[in-house]
């Protein structure tokens, strides 16, 4: 009993002891942030998993999307190549400028000139998608002479001309 009444007594027990003490939690401590380190690997390499897989679904459907997108632009130009397609659009032009020299009928040759350009431009731009194609609202409204569907045909300028007059 002797040696450990000594041993408690020095200060160097004292120091040894405290020393252990902090070794140990330090080892603990060193486990715990192993294992959360660990645990953040995994949860990065889930994300990572995860993003890739996504990543790849995302490009796959934006190459079937851009094929998509050829093949219908490669469609549309054949049918816009097809003769009865160059006719129709002749027609149509030719039938907007009509009912553009009906209203404006004074100075027929120039008004008409003006007319058929101005058809031709809605046509290029309807064909280039810049707007809605008309030939639906003519297909709602039918062709006759009602009011109701002639103004659902007009082009904005027209409209602002009737609204001067």
């Known amino acids: 009993m002797e040696i450990v009444n000594v041993i408690v007594k020095s200060p160097f027990a004292w120091g040894l002891a405290v020393g252990l003490c902090f070794f140990i939690y330090a080892l603990f401590r060193l486990g715990a942030s192993k294992r959360e380190l660990r645990r953040y690997k995994r949860m990065l390499s889930d994300k990572l998993e995860v993003e890739a ?49 009906v209203l404006n009928a004074p100075g027929f040759p120039s008004a008409w000139e003006a007319a058929k350009s101005n058809a031709a431009d809605e046509i290029a731009n309807e064909l280039a998608g810049k707007s809605m194609p008309k030939r639906i609202f003519k297909k709602l409204f039918g062709r006759g002479g009602s009011s109701q569907g002639y103004e659902a045909l007009e082009s904005p300028h027209q409209a602002d001309a009737n609204e001067k007059r």
């Not at 459907?61 to 549309?76: D, P, S, T």
Request: glycine share 0%; charged share 45%.
């Open 53 to 101: 897989e996504l990543m790849q679904r995302l490009k796959a459907e934006k190459q079937e999307l851009e094929r998509e997108n050829e093949n219908l632009r490669v469609e549309v130009s054949i049918l816009s190549e097809k003769p009865d397609a160059k006719i129709e659009k002749e027609l149509e032009i030719m039938l907007r400028a009509e009912k553009s020299m």
